[in-house]
């Protein structure tokens, strides 16, 4: 097939990706049954069964993981000697918050602005829509192996599809894998996102009082738990913003492409007049240097509030940890942090909830030469940028400990590459 008969055959099956989109962002596959049904989970994974199954792939299997997800695998077949690549993706969702913060329908696909929205559709289904839709295009001239690796709980970090990897490692064993959960830099721009920082979760538990008290007869000398919680979160970060923990780096800078401030406000939706955080520059900040982030408090809310101490208190934070940094010492550094700066003897505990290790990926072999090549093809371009990503993958680190043997000979025919792509 020609590139134009293949360009022309793509623009023909995007009202088939749409169509494909449409039915996937109405699974409300949150995995986590507080907050959504787990047959939802279940109609995703049929649905992704049936979608790969008509493509002519082979053992289209669901495999329970320890966590209770879905791992969605299969093969689609080429010569023998041919190289394996694998496509991930992952098939659950973010809960949407409240239906009150969107614009549109939160399970329903909306056009606007020529952009599609519904939860998922980035992240990460429109990333099953274009593995659909590629190998649609290709129509059977493959001259490759492909397996598919789908993961149901990748949004909650709890380390299903990483122990299924590690305990099936011929199910997904392959030359090339391709993780391709995240966007291009730009529209227009191709880009390899290289590095992936990790993460930390921890939940952290304030107690002063065995119950809330009078603030009138008891405020000024009983402990506020709620004041105590906000003093050693306030720790966590300088006057400009930087993370502050001790023992962790935080002046690391990025090698690589720069983020335009314009372009992240934007992005990132800042208020006019809100300054940006850091003493870095926005890639130094968000790709090399660790962020601590208050994801969630308990403490009373304003509506129904009543002149009483707090006497107990909690707050979720996540930690983004850098490529080069332990994720276990920022752990133990956060935790000691938190613990130490504690005032007036409150009572702490601090629960981990979870922990994954930053990446770094492969930038020599022959699937990188490939797709660099494939992609400056494909845009008209002569070079493909080369980014960070703040977000958290460590899927991709068990990839590249269960296969270390391939990883070894990146540079021969069948060297494997694990590449974290930027493809929506």
């Known amino acids: 097939m020609t590139d134009d008969a293949l360009r022309a055959r793509v623009r023909d099956l995007m009202p088939r990706a749409k169509a494909d989109l449409t039915e996937m962002v109405a699974c409300r596959s949150v995995h986590n049954p507080e907050q959504s049904p787990p047959a939802e989970c279940e109609k995703m994974v049929d649905w992704l069964r049936k979608a790969f199954g008509d493509l002519g792939f082979a053992d289209v299997e669901a495999h329970e993981t320890s966590d209770g997800s879905k791992a969605v695998t299969g093969l689609l077949a ?25 614009e549109s329908p939160v399970w329903e696909l909306t ?11 980035a992240d990460c289904k429109g ?46 064993a392959a030359d090339v894998i391709l993780v391709c ?20 979760n921890v939940v952290v538990t304030v107690e002063t009082l065995s119950s809330a008290m009078h603030s009138g007869m008891f405020g000024g000398a009983a402990p506020d738990a709620l004041a105590a919680l906000i003093a050693m979160l306030s720790t966590l970060h300088d006057a400009q913003g930087n993370t502050t923990i001790a023992g962790l780096d935080n002046t690391a800078t990025w090698p690589g492409v720069d983020y335009p401030i314009d372009a992240f406000r934007a992005d990132a939706n800042v208020l006019d ?29 304003v509506l129904g509030s009543s002149a009483a101490i707090v006497p107990k208190s909690r707050a979720r934070l996540n930690l983004r940890v850098p490529p080069g940094m332990d994720v276990n010492r ?18 702490v505990s601090i629960e981990p909830e979870a922990a994954g290790a930053p990446f770094a990926g492969a930038t020599s072999g022959l699937g990188y030469d490939t797709m660099v090549d494939a992609m400056k093809d494909v845009y008209a371009v002569d070079d493909v940028l080369l980014m960070g990503q ?24 069948r060297g494997a590459t694990v590449s974290h792509t930027r493809a929506k």
Not at 181 to 191: K, T, Y
Not at 330 to 347: C, G
Request: aromatic fraction near 6%; charged fraction near 20%.
């Open 111 to 121: 056009e606007r602005d020529g952009r599609w929205y519904g939860r998922g559709t």
């Open 390 to 413: 703040g977000g958290s993958i460590p899927l991709c680190n068990v990839f590249a400990d269960t296969f270390p043997d391939a990883r070894d000979h990146a540079y021969r025919r």
């Open 181 to 200: 959960d995240s966007g291009n830099f730009a529209v227009g721009r191709p880009s390899l996102t290289t590095t992936l920082r990790g993460m930390v």
């Open 273 to 301: 007049g809100v300054d940006l955080l850091g003493s870095g520059r926005v890639s130094d900040m968000v790709w090399a240097r660790p962020a601590l982030t208050v994801l969630g408090i308990d403490c009373p809310s």
């Open 78 to 102: 080429g010569h023998d000697d041919a190289p394996t690549v694998l496509l991930y993706f992952h098939h659950d969702v973010q809960p949407p918050l409240g239906d009150d913060e969107w």
């Open 127 to 172: 990333n099953v829509a274009m593995h659909l839709t590629a190998l649609r295009a290709l129509d059977g001239e493959i001259p490759l192996n492909i397996k598919i690796a789908g993961e149901g709980s990748e949004e909650q970090g709890t380390g299903g599809m990483e122990n299924f990897v590690a305990n099936n490692p011929e199910i997904c």
């Open 330 to 347: 920022a752990q133990d550094a956060l935790i000691a942090q938190l613990t130490d700066v504690a005032p007036w003897n409150v009572r």
